[in-house]
C-alpha cells in the first residue's frame, strides 16, 4: 500500500525521509484504531532502563508471520500463539487454584501488571490484534509503532547515548564491521543480534539504512494482504455484533 502523506523531498532526504514516511504511514494506521493507546519505540528503548528498576515490565508480543519473525525479532518478544498460551494457561491456575491464592491474586495491584505491546511492521496488524486481545481477555494492550520505525529508534537512540541494552545480553557480542550502531534485533533461531529486519513488502522497505531489509514477493505479499483484509473484516463484524448485543432493549415507555 503506497503511502499518499509522504512529505516532499526537499523537506527530508535519505534516513530522515524514510522515518518521516514511517511515522506517517503509522499515524495512518493507527487513525483506525483510535480506542487503542499508541507506545512509540523510541519511548519503549528509553523506558527499558527505568522498566528493569521498577516492578511493571513492557512485554512485547510479535502478531507477525512466521516467515517474518524468522528473520528476526525484537529482544524479548513472545509470538502472539505463545502469549495466547501463557494467558490462557494463568486463568486455569487461578480457575483451579485454592481460595486463599485466588484471593491473592485478586488483591494483586494492577501496576504491578506487564505492560502489554504487540507491533508488527507498522503497526496495521498490530493495532487489529491489540483490540482482539482487549476484548478477548479484559486486558490493556499498546500498539507500537511498528518494528521499521523500531529500526530508526535504534539508531536515534544509540547516537543519543539513551539506549540501555541490559535486558539483552546478547547485545554484548562484539561484532566486527565498524562504528555502525549495535542491532537491536534478534534471530529468534540463534539468539544472537542481527541487523536483517523483515519488512513485509517494497512499499515498506523505509528501515534505517544500518538494517539489512528482506520482504515477500509481491504475489506472496498481495496473498498475506487479503488475507489481512479478510480478517479485520470479520473482526469489524464481530465489534458491530457486540455493540448491537450491549444496546440496552427499548420498552413501550421510551
Known sequence: MADATSPAKGLYSGAKLKQKRCEDMYKMYHAKFPDVETLTSKEYLTSISASASASRTVLLVDVRSEPERNVSMIPGALTLAEFESKLKNENNDVDGSSSDAANA??????????????????????????????????????????????????????????????????????????????????????????????????????????????????????????????????????????????????????
Not at 547515548?161 to 550502531?181: C, E, I, L, V, Y
Not at 544500518?210 to 464481530?238: D, E
Open 105 to 254: 491474586n485478586a488483591s494483586a495491584d494492577p501496576a504491578d501488571e506487564p505492560v502489554i505491546v504487540t507491533y508488527c511492521t507498522i503497526g496495521y496488524r498490530s493495532g487489529l490484534e491489540a483490540r482482539r486481545l482487549r476484548d478477548t481477555y479484559s486486558c490493556k494492550v499498546l500498539n507500537l509503532d511498528g518494528i521499521v520505525n523500531y529500526t530508526h529508534a535504534c539508531a536515534e537512540v544509540e547516537e543519543d547515548g539513551t539506549a540501555n541494552n541490559s535486558n539483552n545480553d546478547n547485545f554484548n557480542d562484539d561484532r566486527s564491521g565498524g562504528n555502525h550502531p549495535k542491532p537491536m534485533l534478534v534471530e529468534p533461531k540463534t539468539k544472537k543480534p542481527t541487523n536483517r529486519v523483515h519488512v513485509f513488502g517494497a512499499d515498506w522497505n523505509l528501515a534505517h539504512d544500518t538494517f539489512s531489509p528482506t520482504f515477500f514477493s509481491k504475489p506472496a505479499m498481495m496473498l498475506r494482504g487479503m488475507g489481512v483484509i479478510v480478517s479485520a473484516s470479520f473482526q469489524n463484524m464481530q465489534s458491530t455484533l457486540c455493540c448491537c448485543r450491549k444496546k440496552p432493549k427499548r420498552t413501550k415507555n421510551d
